[in-house]
C-alpha cells in the first residue's frame, strides 16, 4: 500500500498526481498530516504543494477534457465528501492516460461517480442562493449566514455581485466558519477570531439591525402568508423544495 500525504487543498491534489507521475507509483490512499496512518503499508510519501507542477497538470487536463468538465472536478471537490480526493485522482488519471475524452463514459463508475456529486454540489449552490435572506445592519452592510451541505460558497460569488453591485454584503458561513465581504469593489474571503451572536445564530440581534430591518421582516412574512392558499397546501412537496433546515434563517418561516 503506498499512501501520499498533502495538505487536503485542491492545488495539493494537482501536485500529487504530478508527483505521482515523476515518481512512476500512484497512491492507494491519500492522507493528511493529522491523519493516522494504517498499521501495515509499504510507503509513505509526503507531498508539498507547489503552484507550478499544479498549473502543468491542469494545463495537461485542459487538453483532455472540456472546460466544463474541469468547471466540474473543481464542483466537486467542494463536495467535502470522505474519499473525494481519491476519487479525483482517479479521474484525473484516467482523463490523462486515456487516448480519448473520458468525459461522456458514464459506464466507468469514476466518471459517473463524480458526475453525481458535481451535480448534487450544483443543486446546493442554487439553494443557497434561493433561500439567503439578507439581513440589514445598523451600518448598512447587508448580512446573510448558511451551513450549506456542501462548502458551496464561493460558487455564489459572480451571481452575489452582480446581483447586489450596489450595497455592502457579508455572506458567512456558519457550518465551516468563514465568509465572503464585498465593499463595492471587491468581494474578500474573511475569518474572525471573536464570533459574535449573529457568527453563531445567523441572525442579527435587533440592537445592532438598521432601524427599519424589523419592520421589513415583518412585513415580508405577512406577504409570504397572505399569498398562500391553504387548500393548495403540501407539507411534504413544501419541503421538497424548500429543504427544512434552510428556514431558521429566513423571516417568512419564523
Known amino acids: 500500500m503506498i499512501i501520499f500525504i498533502y495538505d487536503k487543498t485542491f492545488e495539493g491534489l494537482l501536485t500529487a498526481v504530478f ?19 494504517p498499521l501495515f503499508y509499504d510507503e509513505a510519501v509526503t507531498i508539498y504543494t507547489d503552484g507550478t507542477k499544479a498549473e502543468r497538470v491542469w494545463k495537461g487536463l485542459q487538453k483532455k477534457i ?6 466540474g472536478l473543481s464542483i466537486t471537490w467542494l463536495s467535502e465528501l470522505p474519499e473525494v480526493d481519491m476519487l479525483l485522482f482517479r479521474y484525473i488519471r484516467k ?6 475524452t473520458i468525459e461522456y463514459n458514464l459506464g466507468d463508475p469514476d466518471v459517473l461517480e463524480v458526475s453525481k456529486i458535481w451535480k448534487k454540489v450544483s443543486q446546493e449552490r442554487l439553494r443557497v442562493i434561493q433561500f439567503l435572506r439578507f439581513q440589514k445592519a445598523s451600518d448598512g452592510t447587508y448580512f446573510a449566514a448558511l451551513a450549506p451541505l456542501y462548502n458551496v460558497l464561493p460558487l455564489t460569488l459572480s451571481h452575489l455581485t452582480d446581483r447586489f453591485a450596489d450595497q455592502r454584503w457579508l455572506l458567512y458561513d456558519l457550518k465551516r466558519e468563514y465568509g465572503y465581504y464585498y465593499d463595492l469593489q471587491e468581494t474578500i474571503e474573511v475569518h474572525f477570531e471573536n464570533k459574535d451572536s449573529h457568527l453563531i445564530s445567523g441572525l442579527l440581534s435587533e440592537d445592532i439591525m438598521d432601524k427599519d430591518e424589523k419592520l421589513f421582516q415583518q412585513m415580508w412574512s405577512a406577504y409570504f402568508k397572505s399569498i398562500a392558499i391553504k387548500e393548495r397546501l403540501n407539507p411534504k412537496l413544501h419541503r421538497q423544495n424548500m429543504p427544512e433546515r434552510f428556514w431558521k434563517y429566513m ?4
Open 95 to 100: 482523463a490523462i492516460d486515456a487516448p480519448k
Open 251 to 254: 423571516p417568512e418561516k419564523k
Open 66 to 71: 472540456s472546460e466544463l468538465s474541469l468547471s
Open 19 to 37: 508527483d505521482a507521475y515523476t515518481r512512476r507509483t500512484f497512491p492507494d490512499v491519500l492522507l493528511t498530516e493529522k491523519e493516522p496512518l
